[in-house]
């Protein structure tokens, strides 16, 4: 069984001083997305960037633009993020009292929709909106910081998550997100995994470039 595993670099371990230098190596590499993180202050204890830095993201970017919202009330903002550019846009469970309309908004907006879960939420809570979510990013690690290190019950996640969309005939896709290395990439792969999401692992590689191509070798035979 061939694979191709999805890599997407996550802009949020980037050097902001030499933004446009990381995206044209990321444009330049074998990535396939651009993941993009934005952040609150108050959903999680961390704020990223906003909208003039993801429009200055998007104006270069080459490839999907997969944007993490860790923010609270959402559905605020979904018609901005479609006009800057994102392809696939991902709330959190945790942020939406109405799921479901929310995931009919970012579609309406010509975007693939995605869920985010924490650490602490069950998968078994999507059976019933599985069929609407182009795409699930569990979270393996607590969110809101780069650096931290990958939750070890995110495998048996992985599995459980990927029998509910067998079992559902859907056709939603798995992305990792969270303390992904070279060490857990073919166990999360082999467990049912679609996306990986690196951060610090790509940027803080001495050749980034090529800790890119070795993710995306060692994920898709």
Same mark, same amino acid.
């Given at each position: 069984?061939?694979?191709?595993?999805?890599?997407?670099?996550?802009? *949020?371990?980037?050097?902001? @001083?030499?933004? %446009?230098?990381?995206?044209?190596?990321?444009?330049?590499?074998?990535?396939?997305?651009?993941?993009?993180?934005?952040?609150?202050?108050?959903?999680?204890?961390?704020?990223?960037?906003?909208?003039?830095?993801?429009?200055?993201?998007?104006?270069? @970017?080459?490839?999907?633009?997969?944007?993490? /919202?860790?923010?609270?009330?959402?559905?605020?903002?979904?018609?901005?993020?479609?006009?800057?550019?994102?392809?696939?846009?991902?709330?959190?469970?945790?942020?939406?009292?109405? /799921?479901?309309?929310t995931l009919q908004a970012i579609k @309406?907006?010509?975007?693939?929709?995605?869920?985010?879960?924490?650490?602490?939420?069950?998968?078994?809570?999507?059976?019933?909106?599985?069929?609407?979510?182009?795409?699930?990013? *569990?979270? #393996?690690?607590?969110?809101?910081?780069?650096? %931290?290190?990958?939750?070890?019950?995110?495998?048996?996640?992985?599995? %459980? *998550?990927?029998?509910?969309?067998?079992?559902?005939?859907?056709?939603?896709?798995?992305?990792?997100?969270?303390?992904?290395? #070279?060490?857990?990439?073919? %166990? /999360?792969?082999?467990?049912?995994?679609?996306?990986?999401?690196?951060?610090?692992?790509?940027?803080? @590689?001495?050749?980034?470039?090529?800790?890119?191509?070795?993710?995306?070798?060692?994920?898709?035979?």
């Amino acid at each position: 069984m061939s694979k191709n595993t999805l890599i997407a670099p996550s802009v *949020l371990a980037a050097d902001f @001083a030499n933004l %446009q230098r990381d995206i044209e190596m990321i444009n330049n590499s074998e990535a396939d997305w651009f993941h993009i993180d934005i952040m609150d202050g108050v959903f999680v204890p961390n704020i990223s960037f906003g909208m003039p830095v993801l429009e200055a993201i998007s104006k270069h @970017a080459k490839k999907t633009i997969d944007v993490h /919202l860790m923010i609270v009330d959402p559905d605020r903002y979904i018609k901005t993020f479609a006009d800057l550019g994102s392809n696939i846009l991902t709330v959190h469970y945790e942020a939406c009292t109405h /799921l479901h309309r929310t995931l009919q908004a970012i579609k @309406a907006e010509g975007m693939k929709a995605g869920v985010a879960l924490n650490p602490h939420t069950n998968v078994s809570l999507l059976e019933d909106v599985i069929k609407d979510i182009d795409m699930v990013c *569990l979270m #393996s690690v607590n969110p809101g910081f780069g650096g %931290q290190s990958f939750i070890e019950n995110t495998y048996k996640k992985v599995k %459980q *998550l990927k029998e509910i969309i067998t079992r559902n005939n859907a056709s939603t896709i798995i992305e990792i997100d969270g303390g992904v290395t #070279s060490k857990n990439a073919v %166990q /999360l792969v082999e467990a049912g995994a679609d996306v990986l999401v690196a951060g610090n692992f790509v940027f803080k @590689a001495e050749n980034p470039t090529e800790t890119i191509s070795e993710l995306k070798e060692m994920t898709s035979r």
